[in-house]
């Protein structure tokens, strides 16, 4: 399986960014998708997920409201747009297989999403 997540940039706080994962060797239409982030100094933590269908969606309490995942199975893609960001967003931000943990370890080299104030 290879996972490759990009658009991550500079931002100032209250900007939005999109972030999207293309998904090779798996059957992606099959398997829910999440996206997870690891702040400095701190472990990985999920802060989205969607079914493989797109019906179900989760999201971490600190983003609720804020950041929206989607995918595009006819793409093998799955997006995170983020809105309203804030410094504590700060952080490499990967996706992974499965809707509530990651099944495969294999997290690519992740996109830097850096906030400032």
């Known amino acids: 399986v290879q996972l490759q997540a990009f658009g991550g940039g500079l931002v100032q706080t209250g900007e939005s960014l999109r972030l999207s994962c293309a998904a090779s060797?798996?059957?992606?239409?099959?398997?829910?998708m999440g996206w997870y982030r690891q702040a400095p100094g701190k472990q990985r933590e999920l802060v989205a997920s969607?079914?493989?269908?797109?019906?179900?969606?989760n999201y971490a309490d600190s983003v609720k409201g804020r950041f929206t995942i989607s995918r595009d199975n006819a793409k093998n893609t799955v997006y995170l747009q983020m809105n309203d960001l804030k410094t504590e967003d700060t952080g490499v931000y990967y996706c992974?297989?499965?809707?509530?943990?990651?099944?495969?370890?294999?997290w690519g080299q992740g996109t830097l999403v850096t906030v400032s104030s």
């Open positions: 060797g798996i059957s992606f239409s099959a398997n829910g």
């Open positions: 992974n297989v499965g809707f509530r943990r990651p099944l495969y370890d294999a």
């Open positions: 969607i079914s493989s269908g797109g019906g179900f969606t």
